[in-house]
């Protein structure tokens, strides 16, 4: 088909004869149209041509926007998948298999619906990633590791565990355990309404010492036990007697050892003071006065007079 031009010096007769051979000529005679054809403009025909064409030997691709595309015979239709994210295989007979690889990378938000994320294997997030959810759960395969905050809306359910507000319980029994240590800083963990640690709680320890906010009972037939300056295996254990009333055992402000009942070579003269030993001590006591020459009593000394 020739290129037809006009030049602004060309006649009205040069306008015509070229007009009517393309009309005629480059369009064709719409006489000899297919019948099957009903359109009357070339556009017309162009687009039935295409769907009969498309019908036998081609498709279209849509997507969600409703852009079209003809796939007609002999073309190809590429379907790529994206590392970490999409696999696509062809694989005989006419079959094209889409999944996902063994470790897949989301590089923007995952959103799951109620029935939640289950896996085997180990479920990380890198970077300032979060994880939004209100359920993790199925994860005794796996790991999951996660290096950013979990935020969850409302209650949250970890396995077993449950996590409502500042609250954590388990689901199937009134014990959680921690096989791990459990560290607060700073601050102070309470167990039944008595705080441990921190700075000031009823329990916590500063320069080596451990301070209790409040008095200790020990529970019945319990002992006191220290093991002294050697760990081996003596020990020196605190009881006391079946009190039959209150009692209260004050030290005094003094320094020094213990005496106890029973023990000997306890009682030297820094024990007792001067002048305060009385025959009212000894077990039938007697004395011995001292006189001088003129009959005067000089000294008296007392004696026990029987031995127990």
């Known amino acids: 088909m020739a290129v037809r031009q006009i ?71 590429q379907v790529r998948g994206t590392t970490n994210e999409v696999t696509v295989a062809v694989q005989a007979t006419d079959t094209m298999v889409v999944g996902l690889p063994s470790d897949v990378t989301i590089s923007s938000s995952l959103t799951v619906g109620a029935t939640g994320i289950s896996s085997s294997g180990n479920i990380s997030t890198t970077g300032s990633a979060a994880v939004k959810t209100n359920t993790i759960d199925d994860v005794s395969g796996g790991v999951i ?28 029994s009134n014990l959680v355990t921690f096989n791990d240590n459990v560290s607060t800083g700073t601050n102070k963990l309470t167990v039944n309404g008595t705080e441990y640690g921190g700075t000031s709680g009823d329990i916590f320890s500063s320069s080596g010492e451990t301070s209790f906010g409040s008095s200790i009972r020990l529970a019945p037939n319990k002992l006191l036990i220290f093991e002294g300056a050697t760990d081996d295996a003596f020990e020196t254990a605190i009881s006391v007697t079946d009190p039959t009333a209150d009692r209260v055992i004050n030290i005094p402000d003094a320094g020094g050892d213990v005496m106890l009942t029973g023990g000997t070579g306890q009682v030297g003269n820094t024990n007792i003071a001067d002048n305060t030993i009385t025959s009212a001590k ?17 000294k008296t000394l007392f004696g026990a007079g029987a031995y127990n």
Do not use: C, H, P
């Open 7 to 77: 030049s602004q010096t060309d006649s009205l007769e040069k306008l015509r004869t070229e007009f009517n051979g393309l009309a005629a000529t480059d369009f064709g005679d719409i006489a000899t149209l297919d019948s099957s054809i009903a359109a009357t403009s070339i556009v017309g025909a162009m687009n039935e041509t295409i769907a009969l064409v498309s019908a036998a030997a081609g498709f279209f691709i849509v997507d969600e926007s409703s852009t079209r595309q003809l796939i007609g015979s002999g073309q190809e239709l």
């Open 145 to 172: 590791n996660i290096n950013a905050a979990i935020i969850t809306s409302g209650d949250a359910t970890l396995g077993s565990i449950n996590v409502s507000g500042n609250t954590i319980t388990s689901n199937n």
């Open 282 to 298: 000894f077990n039938n006591a007697v004395s011995l006065v001292l006189y001088n020459s003129s009959g005067v009593a000089l």
